[in-house]
């Protein structure tokens, strides 16, 4: 009896040390680094507020505050974006993610296409605060294309 204990207490000590030995190399046990749900939920919200935009410019009297509002949220979660892609954290690496190994291998052109946003959403957010309608819609395009030139390179095309 008291040598089944010791060897169970034996056999729990030597899981325990394996395991903490392990803990650091087995990448299928490593959870999900939190950065990555942050920058998709990051993403998700610049798509919903777009989208609101792009609803309310198809009334015939846009409600340029919501619109205002929308574009703010563009513009600041677009600037969330630079610490949101740390090496390590693509859909090559093991995660559920459409982050492509382009955006570590051209550094430079991904942080390019990242200061194009960052811009162009500036720019849309300054000509919303204006107030016309009109140039707001004419301002779609452009930002539109914003998006589409890095998921263009830097995100998995699953269309
Ligand atoms: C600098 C590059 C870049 C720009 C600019 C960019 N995106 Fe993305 N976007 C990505 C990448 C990379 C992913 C994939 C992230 C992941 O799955 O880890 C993504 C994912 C998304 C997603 C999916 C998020 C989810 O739930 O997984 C949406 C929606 C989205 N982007 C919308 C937009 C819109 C709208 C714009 C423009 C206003 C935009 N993006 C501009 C790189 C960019």
């Known amino acids: 009896m008291a040598l089944r204990n010791?060897?169970?207490a034996m056999a729990v000590l030597i899981a325990l040390t394996a395991c903490g030995s392990n803990g650091e190399t087995a990448s299928s046990d490593t959870p999900e680094p939190a950065v990555i749900g942050e920058r998709q939920d990051?993403?998700?919200e610049i798509g919903d507020a777009f989208r609101v935009i792009?609803?309310?410019l198809e009334n015939d009297a846009p409600d340029?505050?919501?619109i205002s509002a929308n574009a703010e949220i563009i513009?600041?979660?677009a600037m969330n974006i630079e610490g949101h892609f740390p090496p390590g954290t693509g859909m090559d690496d093991g995660y559920d993610s459409e982050?492509?190994?382009t955006i570590w291998e051209r550094p430079e052109e991904f942080a390019a296409a990242h200061e194009r946003l960052v811009s162009a959403s500036a720019a849309f957010?300054?000509?919303a605060d204006a107030g016309d309608a009109a140039a707001?819609?004419?301002g779609v395009p452009e930002l539109g294309g914003a998006c589409k030139n890095c998921h263009d390179t830097f995100r998995l095309d699953d269309e």
């Open 6 to 8: 010791t060897g169970l």
């Open 54 to 56: 792009r609803g309310e």
């Open 64 to 66: 340029m505050a919501v």
């Open 136 to 138: 707001v819609a004419e």
């Open 42 to 44: 990051n993403f998700e």
């Open 125 to 127: 957010l300054e000509t």
């Open 75 to 77: 513009n600041a979660n």
């Open 99 to 101: 982050a492509l190994a």
